[in-house]
């Protein structure tokens, strides 16, 4: 083999090697460096937080709150620490929402007011409704079974005097629904000072209705005995989904998914005073009556026109009409037939 071409390949060979361990140094070089820990967030005490959503005029209960690690150099005064005598929990029960809370966020001194707080009432209360206080008994009231957050159906039991002979028209009627319970008598949460659900019977109930409805509600304790129907939990989903069914409740195209849930929860948890049912004495009994009593000068009315229709077809008798009536006489006097 030529000398030349000998030096050439041994030459080609050790550039093509130096040209690889450069590139594999390069390579190695820009390769990603690992990844390390990042430093520890240092952690403080316990603080409450919201668990979920809650908007102005939620009555606490004890799936509302939860304490949780929160930084230390975030800390507020404001926030309720675990620990400390006014965070438990159980004593922030039947406390309504002043401000809106998200989720996640921690719940700050002020943002809740107390049954004994002035204007809890007006927190409680949603946008535009109204508070009105209906008297019951234990029989009216569920035996004390309605709790503050429950939502129940208003029964108005009524006579309906009609004027005529015989009793009055008994009849029952449910003329509001889906009414969200306020306060029983004076207490706002069904809990004692341990967190123990207790049944008291009470002698009133505050209801959240709105404008028109509480005039309709005053004008009823005025015309009879009201009384409660506890509704099902599942009932308020259930009336939703027929009412977007049926065109009664229509959300607006691109609304966000979070306002649109926030929308159909406001809506289901309105009162209702439309498609109102009732039941009359006679649908319990047979022995009353389904229709109110007729008045005295319609009765006499119909005996007037009955007892001239009689006398008219006398009188046509006595002139010798040529056509007697189907319903005529016929006198026999021997064997003359008149």
């Known amino acids: 083999m030529d000398v030349k071409k000998l030096a050439l390949l041994v030459g080609a060979l050790v550039i093509a090697v130096v040209t690889a361990i450069m590139a594999k140094n390069m390579f190695v070089g820009a390769a990603a460096p690992q990844a390390s820990a990042a430093p520890a967030v240092p952690l403080g005490p316990k603080v409450l937080v919201a668990k979920k959503a809650l908007p102005v005029g939620t009555i606490i209960d004890a799936d509302s709150f939860t304490f949780q690690p929160w930084p230390k150099e975030l800390m507020q005064s404001a926030y309720y620490v675990d620990g400390s005598p006014d965070s438990n929990p159980a004593s922030l029960m039947g406390q309504v929402v002043r401000y809106p809370i998200t989720a996640g966020q921690p719940v700050t001194r002020g943002t809740l007011v107390g049954p004994k707080d002035r204007g809890f009432l007006a927190a409680a209360l949603g946008s535009g409704m109204r508070a009105i206080t209906v008297p019951v ?84 304790q005025s015309l009879g005995t009201l009384s409660l129907s506890l509704r099902s ?20 195209a691109g609304t966000d998914p979070a306002q649109e849930k926030q929308m159909l929860l406001t809506m289901a948890n309105r009162p209702v005073d439309s498609n109102t049912t009732f039941s009359t004495g006679g649908d319990v009994s047979r022995f009353q009556r389904r229709t109110v009593p007729a008045r005295p000068q319609n009765q006499m009315a119909d005996a007037m026109a009955a007892m001239g229709k009689g006398l008219g077809q006398a009188m046509a008798g006595a002139t010798g009409s040529a056509s007697p009536s189907p319903s005529g006489v016929r006198v026999v006097r021997g064997n003359q037939v008149n």
Do not use: C, M, W, Y
């Open 233 to 252: 939990i599942a009932d308020n989903g259930a009336e939703l989904e027929r009412a977007v069914a049926s065109g009664d409740v229509k959300v607006p």
């Open 137 to 220: 008994n234990t029989s009216s009231g569920v035996a004390g079974f309605v709790f503050p957050g429950d939502h129940v159906d208003l029964v108005l039991t009524s006579n309906v005097e009609g004027g005529g002979d015989g009793p009055a028209l008994k009849v029952s009627e449910t003329i509001i629904r889906n009414i969200r319970v306020l306060a029983t008598d004076q207490r706002t949460d069904e809990k004692d000072k341990d967190g123990k659900t207790t049944v008291k019977t009470f002698s009133n109930v505050t209801l959240e209705v709105t404008p028109r409805i509480a005039e309709k509600i005053a004008v009823a």
